[in-house]
């Protein structure tokens, strides 16, 4: 992880294979850390290591698949490695990585990011705010990754302006605690990090 401040070199990125994306959702949320998202639009490149994922698996009653298909969350059955994006509070976008095989609706959401690349126009597009609040926080991460409804069901393992990439940086150690936030299915630990990135959301009980 780089330190605050540091500027050091891009990492090469190599676009994810499919078959290279765990089918089991719970699988998938922990393989993704230290993995990077990828969107490349009009003004530039944005991409950001992602440090942070929380699992929404089959059956899970907090998770959007959980009363069947629906026009709303259609994308979430279109199999693994496809973007699901959804409004939340009316206000903010929320990035997800679908799972599973296709037609059974499962997914991960992408909580936080470690900026990488087109962190000016992160900063523009989050208001000017400071670099470790850029992508910290899944609201967050889809404003400063310009991420909308234009994204969902995008296939982020093909060739297209939003993709999953990996590198050669290696992945610090995988804490995992409960999900924030909910109401429902509150206990089970499913929320994953990459331990001491200063990156990474919520309370500093749940990121030790």
């Known amino acids: 992880m780089k330190r605050l401040g540091e500027t ?3 990492p090469r990125l190599r ?3 499919r078959t290279e994306l765990p089918v089991d959702t719970v699988e998938l949320a ?5 993995k990077v998202v990828v969107h490349d639009t009009d003004d530039g ?6 440090v942070e994922t929380e699992a929404y698996p089959v059956g899970d009653s907090a998770g959007h698949a959980f009363r069947g298909e629906t026009r709303r969350n ?3 059955f279109l199999g693994r490695g496809h973007a699901y994006v959804y409004l939340t ?4 976008f929320m990035l997800n990585v679908t799972s599973e095989a296709v037609g059974v609706g499962a997914g991960v959401l992408l909580r936080a990011l ?3 690349a087109g962190i ?4 523009r597009l989050r208001g000017a705010a400071g670099l470790l609040d850029l992508a910290r926080g899944p609201g967050r991460l889809a404003q400063a990754m310009r991420i909308d409804f234009t994204q969902d069901g995008l296939d982020l393992c093909a060739a297209g302006p939003l993709w999953l990439a990996t590198t050669q940086s290696k992945t610090g150690a995988i804490g995992e605690s409960v999900r924030i936030g909910l109401t429902r299915n509150v206990d089970r630990k499913l929320r994953f990090y990459e331990r001491g990135n200063s990156y990474v959301s919520g309370p500093k009980r749940l990121s030790g």
């Open 8 to 10: 050091i070199p891009l």
């Open 15 to 17: 676009r994810l294979r």
């Open 30 to 34: 922990r393989y993704l850390i230290g």
């Open 45 to 50: 490149r944005l991409s950001g290591r992602i």
């Open 74 to 76: 259609a994308s979430l």
């Open 89 to 92: 509070y009316g206000s903010s």
């Open 114 to 116: 470690e900026p990488l």
């Open 120 to 123: 000016d126009q992160m900063q």
